[in-house]
């Protein structure tokens, strides 16, 4: 399984600032994935990061609020911006490797809390 | 774009008994559905897949089987423990292009002692 790193674990922020969250893959990939889990719900979709390329956002989601960077083939970043409340969520990023069967595997999430 | 479902949204069983999970999907493009554990306050782990080319697939006490024409995919959990105790989430994707997960809403499975 690809090994996964984030930071920060967590943060607690004002409303109105940004946080910049990191990826870091142990390996080179191709396509990195940037979720979203609200309190007790399930995982959404933010956007997909390929390197090279404009992030491909889902709908609901714009780059102005959730700008995303992709330099290499192992790191990739997520801001939220403009935070308010609402943003409180854990941040998830995963990879699949691109291996056959694209088994998906996440990193441990920020768990962001915006007063 | 693709919707999954999935039920029950809460599952408390018995040790030792079976726990099933169902999960249906809309898009029949897709071919590749994970299952995922998620224990509080961690990340989701992959515990067991199925592409849509088998209709059945086993891990020790974990089982997975798909209905493609129907669109539907379930997890079989045998001789539960109290350590299965977690939410579990269902997904859906092609392997390829896209490739990004489509979730379920989840079912927190309660194994009683």
């Known amino acids: 399984s690809a090994v996964i790193s984030q930071k920060p674990s967590r943060d607690i922020c004002q409303r109105g600032t940004s946080l910049t969250i990191q990826c870091q893959v142990d390996?080179?990939?191709?396509?990195m994935f940037w979720y979203r889990q609200q309190p007790g719900q399930s995982l959404t979709l933010i956007a997909t990061a390929n390197q090279g390329s404009e992030a491909t956002y889902e709908s609901g989601f714009v780059i102005d609020k959730f700008p995303i960077s992709r330099p290499n083939l192992t790191f990739s970043t997520l801001t939220v911006s403009n935070m308010s409340p609402e943003d409180s969520s854990i941040y998830l990023c995963?990879?699949?490797?691109?291996?056959?069967?694209?088994?998906?595997?996440f990193g441990p999430g920020t768990r962001l809390t915006v007063l | 774009g693709e919707n999954v479902e999935q039920h029950p949204s809460t599952l408390s069983v018995q040790e030792g008994d079976s726990a099933v999970i169902k999960c249906t999907y809309s898009d029949s493009a897709s071919n590749y559905f994970p299952w995922y554990k998620q224990e509080l306050g961690k990340r989701p782990q992959l515990i067991i897949d199925?592409?849509?080319?088998?209709g059945e697939k086993k891990d020790q006490r974990i089982a997975v089987t798909l209905n493609k024409t129907a669109k539907h995919f379930s997890l079989h959990i045998t001789e539960t423990q109290p350590e299965d105790s977690a939410v579990y989430f269902c997904a859906a994707t092609l392997d390829t292009g896209r490739r990004a997960l489509t979730f379920g809403s989840g079912t927190r499975l309660q194994v009683q002692p």
């Open positions: 199925i592409r849509s080319n088998v």
């Open positions: 995963s990879t699949d490797r691109g291996l056959a069967g694209n088994e998906q595997f």
């Open positions: 390996s080179q990939v191709t396509m």
